[in-house]
């Protein structure tokens, strides 16, 4: 260095350390994002501890005034006044955690960098595969054991637990089984006096049922199940490393329209077409572990976003490449709904459609009744049949629209509309700054973020994937991975090739 001339200021180490975990703790959140909700706020809540010891050492929060910024507290402020004037004040405030979620917003804008979101996406990408592939391979290789026969003296004989001939056992209690053996043994594990929830497989639909009183004399047995059977089933909906397939589906519907979006970012800029085999790779499987979750209204979704990311994307013959690859994913998704869910499942008359519709409807009766404030929060759940909803069990109405509305009451519903109305045109104006850059990397984000954000409220009209505390984390950390894209759009025109 020349005698006089200034060095840059070292960065001091606590700024570095808070730097770090702020990194470390948005990767762990990349890694277990589509596996698991635990994982996934581990990693968050490293990263928020970064943040604050960041601010507290820069007095700098990083975040910025938004058009966002509106409709979401609005949303978050009328949500807590209904569950204030909720029935079940107690039991809809509770329900306030997950409303939270909305925080990773803030979280996603204060600490990403471009270069740094479009890492996390890749790692988001790759960590979906690979829970992509371990589901392929398990329905290749088969889960749990189908009970052949039920001995008289078991504790599942009669029609118990409801569990029958033909039935596939897959986890009892919080251990996965994959023979009577290791169904005999967890019941040993069970201490007496208990239920384990057993984790059952019937006509392809995964079902949770209340096991038998485990007694002294049922462990001493030597067979305490009574148990018989020795094949795994095939016929189930792929969950990958989860217990649920439908928060799998979404997330995988996400991912691949990420995948998609880095895909075609690429083929649009002709000169980087030896780099999109990883991404188009990753499309497919993602698209094939999709498929296999046999989720008929979230492959229709994944349809309809991956058609918006092409048609802005692409032309030609990349735009039939991609059609092609739907129409084939579509039509792998059809196969496994036949091999796998009830009969009718396809022309949507099994009983799951029927309830669906049923429950749906009855929301929809007795929205007129709260329009503005609506039932609050879960409290549904215990004024089931009194509010005139079917059946026993009580489930959400399969629509967030209509759960929106129900919950909450209108004007939260309104809310939320605008709000996504807003991430739509801010997605849209950091796809047209984008797409004349040679940057295939961000471009390719808010691409696949546009397509995600598609199929994500096209699923959101028949499921309530709005309630997965999963899938709301990685929409609002998208939401603030596009604010931070456009954040200075002079700086994105200067890159203008």
């Known amino acids: 260095m020349r005698r006089g001339a200034h060095a840059a200021p070292e960065t001091p180490p606590a700024h570095r350390f808070a730097g770090a975990l702020i990194v470390a703790g948005l990767l762990l959140y990349a890694v277990f994002a589509p596996h698991s909700i635990a994982g996934a706020w581990i990693g968050l809540s490293f990263a928020a501890l970064g943040w604050l010891a960041r601010t507290l050492l820069t007095r700098r929060t990083g975040l910025r005034r938004t058009p966002f910024?509106?409709?979401?507290?609005?949303?978050?402020?009328?949500?807590?006044?209904?569950?204030?004037?909720?029935?079940?004040?107690?039991?809809?405030?509770?329900?306030?955690?997950?409303?939270?979620?909305?925080?990773?917003?803030?979280?996603?804008?204060?600490?990403?960098?471009?270069?740094?979101?479009?890492?996390?996406?890749?790692?988001?990408?790759?960590?979906?595969?690979?829970?992509?592939?371990?589901?392929?391979?398990?329905?290749?290789?088969?889960?749990?054991?189908?009970?052949?026969?039920?001995?008289?003296?078991?504790?599942?004989?009669?029609?118990?637990?409801?569990?029958?001939?033909?039935?596939?056992?897959?986890?009892?209690?919080?251990t996965r089984v994959a023979s009577v053996a290791e169904i005999d043994e967890a019941i040993r594990r069970t201490p007496a006096g208990t239920r384990p929830a057993l984790h059952v497989i019937t006509q392809g639909e995964h079902v949770v049922r209340e096991g038998p009183i485990v007694?002294?004399?049922?462990?001493?047995?030597?067979?305490?199940?009574?148990?018989?059977?020795?094949?795994?089933?095939?016929?189930?909906?792929?969950?990958?490393?989860?217990?649920?397939?439908?928060t799998f589906a979404e997330i995988l519907q996400v991912l691949a329209q990420?995948?998609?979006?880095?895909?075609?970012?690429?083929?649009?800029?002709?000169?980087t077409l030896r780099r999109i085999e990883l991404p188009a790779a990753a499309f497919l499987l993602l698209a094939t572990g999709l498929a296999l979750t046999a989720m008929r209204t979230v492959l229709v979704a994944f349809a309809v976003g991956a058609c918006v990311i092409a048609?802005?994307?692409?032309?030609?013959?990349?735009?039939?490449?991609?059609?092609?690859?739907?129409?084939?994913?579509?039509?792998?998704?059809?196969?496994?709904?036949?091999?796998?869910?009830?009969?009718?499942?396809?022309?949507?008359?099994?009983?799951?459609?029927?309830?669906?519709?049923?429950?749906?409807?009855?929301?929809?009766?007795?929205?007129?009744?709260?329009?503005?404030?609506?039932?609050?929060?879960?409290?549904?759940?215990?004024?089931w049949q009194e509010w005139g909803f079917p059946g026993d069990e009580t489930i959400h109405t399969h629509s967030t629209v209509v759960q929106l509305a129900?919950?909450?009451?209108?004007?939260?519903?309104?809310?939320?509309?605008?709000?996504?109305?807003?991430?739509?045109?801010?997605?849209?104006?950091?796809?047209?700054?984008?797409?004349?850059t040679d940057d295939a990397g961000v471009h390719g984000l808010v691409l696949g973020a546009l397509g995600a954000l598609a199929g994500f409220l096209a699923s959101s009209l028949v499921n309530y994937n709005f309630g997965d505390?999963?899938?709301?984390?990685?929409?609002?950390?998208?939401?603030?991975?596009?604010?931070?894209?456009?954040?200075?759009?002079?700086?994105?025109?200067g890159l203008r090739g």
Request: glycine share 8%; proline share 3%.
């Open 258 to 271: 990420l995948a998609l979006g880095f895909t075609l970012a690429r083929v649009a800029r002709r000169r």
């Open 406 to 436: 129900f919950d909450r009451g209108l004007p939260a519903l309104i809310f939320w509309l605008w709000l996504l109305l807003v991430f739509w045109l801010t997605l849209t104006r950091a796809e047209k700054l984008w797409r004349e």
């Open 69 to 174: 910024d509106l409709p979401l507290w609005l949303f978050v402020g009328w949500t807590l006044l209904s569950s204030l004037l909720s029935p079940e004040t107690r039991l809809s405030l509770s329900k306030m955690t997950s409303v939270s979620t909305f925080l990773v917003f803030y979280l996603a804008q204060a600490t990403l960098t471009r270069r740094l979101a479009v890492l996390l996406a890749g790692v988001l990408i790759a960590s979906g595969v690979a829970g992509a592939l371990w589901g392929m391979g398990e329905v290749i290789a088969g889960r749990g054991v189908v009970v052949e026969a039920i001995a008289p003296e078991s504790p599942f004989a009669g029609g118990a637990q409801g569990l029958r001939k033909g039935d596939a056992v897959w986890r009892v209690g919080q």
């Open 215 to 246: 007694t002294e004399a049922i462990k001493s047995a030597a067979a305490p199940s009574g148990l018989q059977g020795t094949e795994r089933t095939h016929r189930f909906r792929a969950s990958g490393w989860t217990r649920h397939y439908q």
């Open 311 to 383: 048609w802005r994307a692409v032309a030609g013959r990349a735009r039939v490449a991609v059609s092609l690859a739907i129409v084939v994913v579509l039509s792998l998704g059809a196969l496994a709904v036949w091999r796998t869910r009830a009969t009718g499942a396809l022309r949507l008359q099994d009983d799951s459609s029927t309830l669906r519709r049923a429950v749906a409807q009855r929301a929809l009766e007795r929205i007129p009744a709260h329009p503005l404030f609506g039932h609050g929060m879960d409290a549904v759940n215990l004024h």
């Open 469 to 493: 505390s999963e899938v709301a984390l990685l929409i609002w950390w998208l939401m603030g991975a596009v604010v931070v894209s456009i954040s200075d759009d002079e700086s994105v025109a």
